[in-house]
């Protein structure tokens, strides 16, 4: 008597196999949408809202959680100020994207074909700022190594 073998098939035809099996990984979705989702708000901002808060405002990245139901957008404001104005400028920024965040929301569902509106978050990227200060105090090393020499 033969016995039947009870271990699954090495490989499965490409019918059965499921959508992350064919050589991406699970994480791949997520980035993609959180790519489309920075440019559909960057396009919102820039087009459809009239809030001269927003204004120089550009969104830098996104961030989208794997079940797509929460979604941090990081922003940046160009502008040469800096202090306690570029401090006002941002908490103006927040509260402008605050606000018209249902709009973005239920814009950005429709445009990316989202089942679920994911919940936005809009956060300052400190990013560059950090990697400006990191560069001036490589300045301040350098002139303070060529004066010692």
Known sequence: MKRESTKK???APRSLRSRADDGRTEASRPVRVAAQLRQEVARLVGRDLADP???GLVISNA????DLRLAK???RIATT???AELDTRKKDAEKAL???SGRVRKAVTARLGLRVAPELRFLYDEGQDARNRIEQLLDEVKRDASKGA
């Open 63 to 66: 961030w989208i959680s794997a």
């Open 9 to 11: 098939a090495a490989h």
């Open 53 to 55: 808060r927003l204004e």
């Open 98 to 100: 605050e606000r018209a």
């Open 81 to 83: 100020s800096e202090g």
């Open 73 to 75: 957008v990081f922003f």
